[in-house]
């Protein structure tokens, strides 16, 4: 497995005094983040190998919290008059000058969620190309149509240690994995370009257990071929079926973000003070969880200790609760889930989401196709854009076909879904027995970047939105 390492040097005398810094004008509550990150991509196109890139980052972010105010600070060069300049200057955010002393640090055990004996950072560069030119050839090899082929290995290796005024200290090391390949199709100047991505916090057996990289570069083709053949989707009100999985982005977009609490603190969201009201069908159950096995989303702890659980945002339709993090569960009065992320030691952590999914239930997959007489069914995303305030959304699907009497007919292009968050968990009318999470290819942007999951079961709206280029 892999073990923590001491890149920091940082001994309890050290971030004792430079806690007392952080602390000296006042603060409430002061932490001292350290990140060591090793990252590597090979990007080959053509067959030819255009990038091969590593960076290796170090930094210490210090942190000081009084009331709702922050002052943070952070620093590339780890000598004590650098970290001492860093303390002060989030000491800053407090002037009453009364002196907190912070007592020493002592290291917190966890459950290791994603154990990685094999990480792909330690494999030899010649077995990376290899398995890039792997999903290359099979995606080259699909058909004839095929044009252009991308395909990308992105690993990295992080080492985090946090201490705390509370006196805590915790150290992890984090594996990522995300292995992608795009292809372009193109057929009389019809040009469709399909995406297979996955990874997680894994190791190099990923490609015997999950997806291999020919598995990768088959489902590429195969969603860039198929699109050839799409028909022009028609628009107006329609029903939806999602499928499992990678639909989850549509959750993890119009429902999640409105619930995480920096937006329900400052009360731009749908949901602000909505907790135990019912604002679903009772169908709807969603979960966060940072405790998902060598899951993308998955953290030991947060990014400022909290160790990481599971929590019930809805459950049977009812508002049950928000994502945390320390300046908004004090301000709301709840417990901390464990939601307080960054995207590097240059930000201060905010609630964001980390598996996002919503339960599976009894329908069978043929029940919630028969039951629908005329609709859409999405089985991909490329993504979508959510106003936390109304829970207003706009998904683009990539994979989709029409609904007929029942049946999954022609795929369709060209379209957009277009609804409300809310109202859209409103008319959740079925849910699949058919659970899966997404295989790792989320990242999440809100201001900065985290990696993220989403799980969905396939699950039936009653009715949305869908702008297309027919009409219904």
Request: proline letters at 3%; glycine letters at 10%; charged letters at 25%.
């Amino acid at each position: 497995m892999l073990s923590y390492e001491d890149h920091f040097h940082l001994d309890n005398s050290t971030i004792g005094k430079i806690m007392s810094f952080a602390l000296s004008k006042g603060g409430e509550y002061s932490d001292i983040y350290c990140e060591y990150t090793i990252q590597n991509q090979i990007v080959m196109e053509e067959g030819i190998i255009s990038e091969s890139n590593k960076w290796i980052s170090l930094g210490v972010g210090i942190r000081t919290i009084k009331g709702e105010g922050t002052g943070y600070a952070y620093t590339e060069k780890l000598s004590f008059d650098k970290l001492k300049h860093a303390a002060l200057t989030a000491a800053a955010i407090a002037d009453s000058g009364k002196k907190i002393n912070p007592v020493d640090v002592s290291k917190v055990d966890y459950k290791n969620h994603y154990p990685v004996s094999d990480s792909v950072t330690n494999i030899a560069l010649a077995e990376k190309i290899a398995l890039i030119k792997e999903a290359e050839e099979a995606a080259r090899k699909y058909d004839t149509h095929i044009l252009k082929t991308s395909v990308s290995i992105v690993d990295r290796i992080s080492t985090i240690q946090i201490a705390t005024s509370e006196g805590q200290l915790f150290q992890d090391v984090r594996p990522m994995l995300r292995f992608t390949v795009q292809v372009v199709a193109e057929n009389n100047g019809n040009r469709q370009i399909g995406v297979s991505s996955g990874g997680g916090r894994k190791g190099n057996s990923y490609f015997q257990t999950v997806m291999s990289p020919s598995d990768h570069g088959h489902e590429a083709a195969r969603q860039a071929i198929l699109l050839l053949d799409a028909v022009q989707a028609p628009a107006g009100r329609m029903e939806l079926v999602l499928a499992p999985a990678e639909s989850g982005i549509l959750l993890h977009e119009s429902i999640g973000h409105p619930l995480e609490a920096d937006f329900i603190r400052k009360r731009t969201s749908a949901y602000t003070d909505k907790i135990g009201e019912k604002v679903a069908s009772e169908l709807v159950t969603v979960i966060d969880s940072g405790i998902v096995k060598n899951d993308r989303g998955s953290i030991n702890f947060d990014d400022e200790g909290t160790i990481s659980s599971q929590s019930v945002l809805i459950e049977k339709g009812i508002l049950k609760g928000y994502m945390h993090d320390r300046i908004s569960a004090k301000f709301l009065n709840a417990k901390r889930t464990g939601n307080g992320r960054r995207q590097s030691y240059k930000y201060q952590p905010i609630p964001r989401m980390t598996t996002t999914y919503l339960v599976g239930g009894k329908h069978s997959p043929e029940e919630i196709f028969k039951s629908t007489k005329k609709g859409i069914y999405c089985k991909s995303f490329r993504g979508g854009q959510v106003d936390t305030a109304s829970g207003d959304f706009v998904f683009v699907p990539i994979e989709a076909y029409l609904i007929e009497d029942g049946k999954i007919t022609a795929p369709i292009k060209n379209f957009t879904l277009i609804g409300n968050g809310p109202d859209v968990l409103s008319k959740v009318t079925m849910t699949g027995n058919d659970f899966a999470f997404s295989d790792g290819r989320w990242t999440c942007g809100k201001g900065r970047t985290v990696p993220v999951n989403v799980g969905l079961p396939t699950i039936k709206v009653s009715e949305i939105i869908v702008g297309g280029s027919e009409i219904s």
